[in-house]
């Protein structure tokens, strides 16, 4: 079973930064890609970023520049740095690990709020 524990969601003003984290065991974190993806209130769930066991990483277009995937091998725990945030960055953000058959594990959701 795959666990996903998000942390580091809230209410943060725009040009603001926030930092999710999202941790798992280290079995899965060693060997699957991580990675964040978002849903904002009425769209569909779109990828933020991932990286691979090996660190490789990819972007969305609209967070390059702003948004940076990282790992923590030590914590087995993959983070989301975001800054310059913008109102547009308002959704619920779900850590995502996919495993080597394309299959792809969720967790929670932690709300990130961009408003003045």
């Known amino acids: 079973q795959v666990q996903l524990v998000e942390s580091g969601g809230g209410l943060v003003q725009p040009g603001g930064s926030l930092r999710l984290s999202c941790a798992t065991s280290?079995?899965?974190?060693?060997?699957?890609?991580m990675g964040w993806y978002r849903q904002a209130p009425g769209k569909q769930r779109d990828l933020v970023a991932h990286?691979?066991?090996?660190?490789?990483?990819n972007y969305a277009d609209s967070m390059k520049g702003r948004f940076t995937i990282s790992r923590d091998n030590a914590k087995s725990t993959v983070n989301l740095q975001m800054n310059s945030l913008k109102p547009e960055d308002t959704a619920v953000y779900y850590c995502?690990?996919?495993?080597?058959?394309?299959?792809?594990?969720w967790g929670q959701g932690t709300q990130v709020t961009v408003s003045s």
């Open positions: 280290s079995s899965i974190f060693n060997t699957y890609t």
């Open positions: 995502n690990s996919r495993d080597g058959r394309g299959n792809m594990y």
């Open positions: 990286i691979t066991s090996s660190g490789r990483t």
